[in-house]
């Protein structure tokens, strides 16, 4: 029996990567109308099913009016491109489409080829794609034809319900990360007179909370703390964060290194005290949604974290760990860090945050509980 993951894009993202890796029960296949390349080098995977180039003009139509003009949904909704890749293949049991607004755009594929269809959603398509015009009401079709929305956390379930979906169709499937990449080690405490290491890693965009970020940072500086932060990522913010470096005068605390690949990450992650990531909601309403999975993978790797209490990030934490301050509250992050900086043992804090990942977070068990899910559905 087969399970069809649909992505618009080949597959631009670790969490869904993971969650192929994990599977132990079907054969699972990803269909896409785009491969960028250096996604099949950063995620390799062989099942990976490709529209016909017949449909490129569909493509291209798409993103000049959704990415360059700014249409709010596709004019064309090219759901046929998927037809003719998927209508002759056997034993497809679910079509499983990554991101609300590309469940959306399966239903008709979903009902041609009367297949069930099941629909995670992720976090934009939470927070931002319901405020675009005409988005609610999709979704309520979205919520009526699905089998089932799946989430990531509590907080994303109820944004489901409020959302208008019955919450009896919303699982809760944790985003799981492949413990046998994630080489654990135990950190240090950080000693009275040393330089405090700091990586934060995320792409550049208002809910990541960099501005909110460098604020704490600058408290900390001015009051004469040791720190070096190294920053891994890009995005559209990242001219904000330049001038707010320049302007806070941090030019000799933190660095931007750019992107790096997941292995490139976690070899640097070696290197650093801790992780910093403070989400918080964005001036448009912006979301995690559910919570980062760069958190999941840095406790695996032994970094204790300090964090906001956005979304899901309290409930991907162990709460003996909890290092969390509000959202958009430098003042309170300082204090995050002052309550960590008291812990004499660190040691504990790594094996806490690791066993956690171990027990609720390993991709395996994720993806079987996504597994539990399809066998309801599948009709043999």
Sequence with gaps: MKIIHLRDQYLRVSFVYFLLKGFRKYEHFVACREIIPVDTILYPYKNILKTSPFFAPFLFLDKLLTVKLGFSARLINDWWSYYFLLRKEKNIGILHAHMGTQGYYAIKLSKKLNIPLIVTFYGSDMSDVPKLPGWRDRYHLLFEHASQIVVEGQFMKSRMVELGCEQEK???????????????RERNSWSEGEVLKILMCANFYPKKGYLTALKAIKIMADRGDKLEVVIIGEGPQKVDILNLIERLELGHVVSLIGKRSLDEIYTLSTSFHLFFHPSETAPDGGSEGGAPTIIIEMQALGLPVVSTTHADIPNIIPPENHFLAAEGDPKGLVAQFDKLKSIPDWGSISARGKAFVVKEHSNERCSGVMEEIYSRFIVE
């Design 170 to 184: 919303v699982s809760v499937v944790k985003i799981g990360v492949p413990l046998d990449h994630l080489q654990f």
